[in-house]
């Protein structure tokens, strides 16, 4: 198992103030140029439905506990970037510690989503490849 940018548990606070409305309401022009530039291609530009669908899987995130996290017997790779402001390196290593056989990378430089073209695909992508390969599927 992979993920990028989550800490393994839900913190739905904040939720709102990313959704579109509040962002035009509360003039928050840089966040809405970074979502337009950012997720052009996947939503045609349309960084309003990128935004509510993002807020609305925020409040959805599964909450589990440490005791569920701790059942998850699979390999896992953790990823976050260095600048994320969702997902702290204590959240990663906390989390890292509930599942075993499990480890975790922070991007440096990176931000809430390393994996883009704008930060440092590559360098995730062959975390992840090599992650693969320790790890086969059998």
Known sequence: MTTIGSSGF???????????????????????????????EAHRGNWQEFMRQSAADWRLF??????QIHSIDCP?????????????????????????NSQYLVVPGGSHRPHMLRENPVLVNDAILHFLKQHPIV
């Open 10 to 40: 839900k913190e739905p606070a904040g939720a709102d103030e990313y959704e579109p409305e509040w962002l035009a309401a509360h003039g928050k022009d840089v966040i809405i140029q970074q979502m337009l530039e950012r997720h052009e």
């Open 62 to 67: 599964p909450q589990l506990t440490e005791e």
């Open 76 to 100: 896992s790779l953790f990823i976050a970037g260095e600048h994320d402001l969702f997902v702290q390196e204590s959240q990663l290593r906390h989390l890292t510690a509930l599942v075993e």
